[in-house]
Every structure is written in structure tokens, then in C-alpha cells.
């Protein structure tokens, strides 16, 4: 019998890599990922500019 949390880990535990194209404009730093039309977002440091572009990847394939 097939556990019906199993599908679910699965896709889970999935990962890709993503090219992103990071700026800094007037203290800024913008990013977008080439591979996902559309997928942009800033942020006030760059490590903040990384966690809005993986929140963005992520609402972006959910929209898929």
C-alpha cells in the first residue's frame, strides 16, 4: 500500500539550481533568475536580496 505522505517528501526533497543575475543600484541590490520570465525582487543587503529571490522562486513555481 502506498503511503500518501511519501508523494509529498518527494517533492520536497527535490532541489535545482537557478542562475540568478544580481545589481546594486543606488544602494539597492536587485536580482532576477533568467530562467523564471518575470521572477524579479530587491532588497535593502544582499543577504536580504537572497532571501527575497528564494521566496520568489518559490512563489513563482507555485503558481505553475
Known sequence: MRSPNK???LNQSIST???AVISQEYG???GSVP???GCHTWGDSYEHLL???QDA???WLEVL
Open 7 to 9: 508523494s509529498k517528501y
Open 17 to 19: 539550481c537557478l542562475k
Open 28 to 30: 539597492v541590490w536587485c
Open 35 to 37: 530562467a523564471l520570465n
Open 51 to 53: 532571501e527575497m529571490l
Open 57 to 59: 522562486v518559490q512563489a
